[in-house]
């Protein structure tokens, strides 16, 4: 036992002196879901709307400026139909020479077929602009809408995002961390030294997966803390679950890495088949993105990738404040994984 | 006489090739036992059957009576190591080192002690990367003295190291050898065979052709006519090599 929290102790302390490492696991996420706070996927936004206007008359302009959901820029109608073309324009407005705020003219709505949610949005605020011109002319009864605020919980991007980075680094430090660490630990003959001491082989094993297990924890609490402090994140989950779902995770991508570990003989075979694992499911498991947008024949297999189910437990758990029982399917799926990937790793990891 | 060590018939194939052919020798305890041999001899895979690392194919090892095959556990606490390649994890000082690998043998050694052994008290909180790699075969020795070995095997301990550097092994080498510690160890560097050891084997292909203290076999060599083209020279090369950079030990 002592020799356990010995080792325990020691390869911590080699972990804390990395400083690699360090930055792998913990800044370099967090410096992502920095960069992608910059980025803006929320929402419609507004609706680019070009407005040519040959009449002296600007009652029909002064409706339509203060209308938050319209970006409108004026312009000759040569330059805003160009612009348009660009797509750089949803709607191109043009107000004919004879235009009266009362009347029966014909306007033109030059409409960009590539943005047709934007043109439709558009084309109803600007028809509704036009019949306010008609009320205002005749005060016509009309229906009111009583408007109410309620206040949402409006989850961002970040929300999505965060869990999802979470996962992506208990895969990244559990694969390639332990992937490279311990073939390097093998070529260098570190691991042959241990084996003339009657030190058992389990105690190492079992040291090296608890540190890493440790960090994984650290990992967990630092990116939820980072992310409540200064990304916004409304973390509304149990930081207890989150621990749980990742360690089941890390179990699984731990294996994975011991495995790869077992059937390389040198860091350049590590690199490409570690790649060949991760990569399609960082790109699949709904880490930056929501899965919604995939076909359904890429559902059956991404599904189930263990990534998607850490990535999904670890989110429910997050933002919706999912309980256990709640991501029971996601537990049942990383415990089905581990049971595999330990088995496999059993079997291929070796010594020398 | 008891025997410390006691090898016979040992014999490792790697499919055609016969690394090792039916080895035997006899180490008595408190001698220094060197095996000689080009490389490629089977010196290596001989000591790896004896450190319980690699599977004897057949023949038998004792280590102070235990068998090596039987009990590889009991054997390891026995032995102190040197493997010809082996290197330490890169985050540990060397005090921290020796502290964890005397962990594994169950003790709590005094690191400061055994680096005044290898001559590293100076270097105790460095990481391996930084020493010379003079400095690393010591520091190598010291880890194999943790558990106060019975045997201590040293594979090639100065290959690659130049003449200051392994002068000064050997005078590691030499105290080791006078507190009365046991001492197998692999070279092919025949004047240090002969600076070192009280006993040789010289192995070829596999085989052991001859066994006895190093006078003993010039005395036989002589014995049966041989005479060497005879060019008399107080000095050689080295000698002039370590005159003009000195005797003294650098920080090497």
Not at chain 1, 14 to 29: D, G, H, K, S, V
Not at chain 1, 132 to 138: D, G, H, I, P
Not at chain 1, 197 to 211: L, R
Not at chain 1, 333 to 338: F, M, Y
Request: charged share 20%; net charge neutral; hydrophobic share 50%.
């Amino acid at each position: 036992m002592r020799l356990k929290i010995k080792l325990m102790a020691a390869s911590f302390k080699m972990f804390i002196r990395q400083r690699e490492a360090i930055i792998w696991t913990m800044i370099l996420p967090l410096f992502m879901v920095f960069l992608f706070s910059f980025v803006k996927f929320d929402g419609l936004g507004h609706v680019n709307v070009g407005i040519v206007n040959h009449s002296p008359d600007s009652t029909l302009v002064n409706i339509l400026k203060p209308i938050q959901a319209l970006k409108i820029s004026m312009g000759r109608e040569d330059d805003e139909l160009a612009r348009l073309k660009k797509g750089e324009r949803a709607l191109v407005l043009v107000i004919p020479a004879s235009f009266q705020p009362i009347g029966q003219d014909s306007l033109t709505l030059y409409l960009n077929a590539e943005k047709p949610q934007e043109t439709q949005a558009g084309k109803l605020i600007l028809q509704r602009a036009l019949d306010e011109l008609v009320f205002r002319q005749n005060h016509l009864p009309r229906h009111a809408l009583r408007t109410e605020l309620v206040n949402s919980r409006n989850l961002t991007y970040i929300d999505f995002l965060l869990p999802g980075i979470i996962a992506m680094s208990i895969m990244q430090s559990g694969v390639f961390g332990v992937a490279f660490g311990f073939v390097i630990l093998k070529k260098r003959g570190i691991l042959r030294r241990l084996l003339v001491t009657p030190m058992k082989t389990n105690d190492f094993i079992i040291a090296q997966v608890s540190t890493r297990l440790l960090v994984l924890m650290t990992q967990v609490l630092i990116m939820v803390g980072a992310g409540v402090l200064f990304f916004h994140l409304h973390f509304i989950g149990s930081i207890f679950n989150m621990i749980i779902v990742g360690l089941l995770g890390g179990v699984v991508f731990l294996s994975i890495g011991f495995a790869l570990s077992g059937i390389s003989k040198s860091e350049d075979q590590v690199a490409p088949l570690a790649n060949v694992i991760t990569l399609p499911m960082l790109m699949l498991s709904g880490v930056f993105f929501s899965r919604s947008n995939l076909p359904g024949f890429a559902h059956v297999v991404t599904d189930f990738f263990p990534l998607t189910y850490l990535a999904d437990g670890l989110r429910s758990i997050a933002i919706e404040g999912a309980t256990l029982t709640d991501v029971f399917p996601q537990l049942l799926g990383l415990a089905v994984w581990s049971v595999i990937t330990l088995f496999i790793a059993v079997k291929a990891f070796r010594w020398e | 006489m008891s025997y410390v060590l006691e090898v016979s018939a040992l014999k490792k194939r790697y499919g055609d090739l016969v690394a090792v052919d039916g080895v035997s020798f006899n180490v008595t305890r408190g001698e220094v036992f060197g095996i000689l041999g080009p490389n490629g001899a089977g010196k290596t895979t001989t000591l790896e059957m004896i450190e319980t690392l690699r599977p004897i194919d057949s023949g038998r090892v004792l280590l102070d009576g235990l068998d090596v095959q039987q009990e590889p556990q009991k054997v390891k606490q026995l032995i102190g190591v040197q493997l010809q390649a082996s290197s330490f994890f890169d985050k540990l000082s060397l005090t921290e080192l020796l502290l964890l690998f005397g962990e594994t043998y169950g003790r709590q050694v005094d690191a400061l002690a055994l680096l005044d052994e290898a001559e590293l008290r100076d270097k105790a909180k460095s990481y391996v990367v930084q020493l010379s790699g003079g400095q690393k075969q010591r520091f190598s020795i010291a880890a194999a003295l943790v558990n106060d070995p019975v045997v201590l095997f040293l594979d090639e301990p100065t290959t690659g190291l130049d003449p200051q550097a392994r002068r000064h092994l050997w005078g590691v080498i030499k105290r080791i050898r006078s507190e009365g510690k046991t001492i197998v160890i692999t070279t092919h560097y025949m004047e240090e065979a002969e600076e070192l050891c009280d006993r040789v084997a010289i192995m070829d292909r596999g085989k052991i052709v001859a066994d006895a203290p190093p006078q003993e076999l010039i005395r036989q060599l002589l014995a049966k006519g041989f005479k060497k083209e005879r060019v008399e020279r107080l000095a050689n090369l080295e000698d002039v090599f370590l005159d003009l950079t000195g005797h003294s030990l650098r920080e090497d």
